[in-house]
């Protein structure tokens, strides 16, 4: 029997070995007449393109949108060759200068929040070249989108804990786990109280940006800082538009700026199911928080920072039934397209 086992040790060293797919891209093109088509046919020869929709290179025709995935090292050249021909596609690169990064899921079981990001991607590449201010949106900016910060914590609250709130990380010296990564960002990092204890749904962390989710993120925003108009995240619940700071009651230098954008926003929010939110600095219109993202992107740089805290208000508080998923992902893109266009114009 024991000639079997080099060919276990194999499987075992790829089953430890997942396929990655990082920076790679998947394109959605538009091909307008038989030319275009053409070009994708074409394109797909000398390239490994991954054909998502249609499933096969033959089934490419006009005005069929078609998606595939390209490696990290060809998307480069494949863009290239779509830019000078002429094929629209979602996110043409020209004249995009500037960017908003959005992140989702930081608190694992605010649901709803996670939700949003999948509603913004699913919209977003569904209306391009469709909807008027999407697709100019689209060509004119780059979104940076993170559909769940906390994995570990999120996956946690689906298996074992619906209510967990923090990332899965393991304590020094407790047998707690987690920490708040909403407190985990170098920015008045631990000034609250009830952020030192590990056995506490607020921990901080042991030093500011101890979390890998929180030093990918942090990496990434200052990598880019210099596109980076609006920094938004997505909580839940509470109905509230939130801005800095939270750390001091001091107001940002450009609160009044702010107030404008969070009033503005909320309306076009309401304007669907007439949900009212709030809006406001965060320490005055919740509580005073320390080492949260949202000041931490303010402090960097990012002028246009916004927290929301999604539906409900309470009643179903974080358990927010399934049929007020789609309502609240509806009326939030409201808002958010409005802050985009704001952003567009403005900065
Ligand atoms: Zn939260």
Redesign the pocket.
């Known amino acids: 029997m024991w000639p079997a086992l080099p060919v276990s040790l194999i499987a075992t060293t790829l089953a430890l070995a997942p396929v990655r797919f990082d920076r790679e891209k998947v394109f959605r093109v538009r091909p307008q007449d038989d030319k275009q088509a053409n070009i994708v046919k074409d394109l797909a020869k000398s390239n490994e393109l991954d054909f998502w929709y249609p499933d096969a290179t033959h089934h490419v025709a006009t005005n069929m949108t078609v998606d595939f995935r390209v490696s990290e090292k060809e998307s480069q050249s494949i863009q290239s060759a779509l830019e000078q021909s002429n094929v629209h596609f979602v996110g043409k690169r020209a004249g995009r200068q500037k960017a908003i990064f959005m992140d989702c899921g930081?608190?694992a079981r605010?649901w709803v929040?996670p939700a949003f990001c999948q509603w913004f991607v699913y919209q977003a590449t569904k209306s391009y070249g469709k909807n008027k201010i999407m697709t100019k949106l689209l060509d004119q900016m780059n979104f940076y989108i993170l559909p769940v910060f906390n994995v570990d914590g999120y996956i946690w609250s689906w298996t074992q804990n619906r209510m967990w709130?923090k990332n899965r990380s393991r304590n020094r010296n407790s047998t707690c786990i987690g920490t708040d990564l909403?407190r985990n960002f170098d920015v008045s990092w631990s000034s609250s109280p009830n952020t030192n204890n590990p056995c506490l749904e607020t921990y901080r962390g042991p030093a500011p940006e101890s979390e890998k989710e929180t030093r990918a993120v942090t990496a990434f925003i200052r990598s880019h800082l210099k596109s980076i108009r609006a920094y938004i995240t997505f909580?839940?619940y509470s109905q509230m538009l939130l801005y800095p700071y939270g750390y001091t009651p001091r107001l940002p230098p450009n609160h009044e700026d702010l107030a404008k954008v969070g009033r503005i926003a909320t309306e076009a929010l309401s304007t669907r199911y007439e949900t009212r939110y709030v809006y406001g600095p965060i320490a005055s219109t919740i509580y005073p928080t320390s080492g949260s993202s949202l000041d931490w992107a303010y402090d960097l740089g990012i002028k246009h920072t916004f927290a929301f805290?999604l539906r409900d208000k309470g009643k179903f508080g974080f358990l927010l039934p399934e049929s007020r998923i789609k309502p609240t992902c509806r009326e939030t893109m409201l808002a958010v397209k409005f802050i985009a266009k704001y952003i567009l114009k403005h900065t």
Do not use: A, L, P, V
Request: proline share 0%; net charge negative.
């Open positions: 930081i608190h605010e929040s709130r909403n909580h839940s805290e």
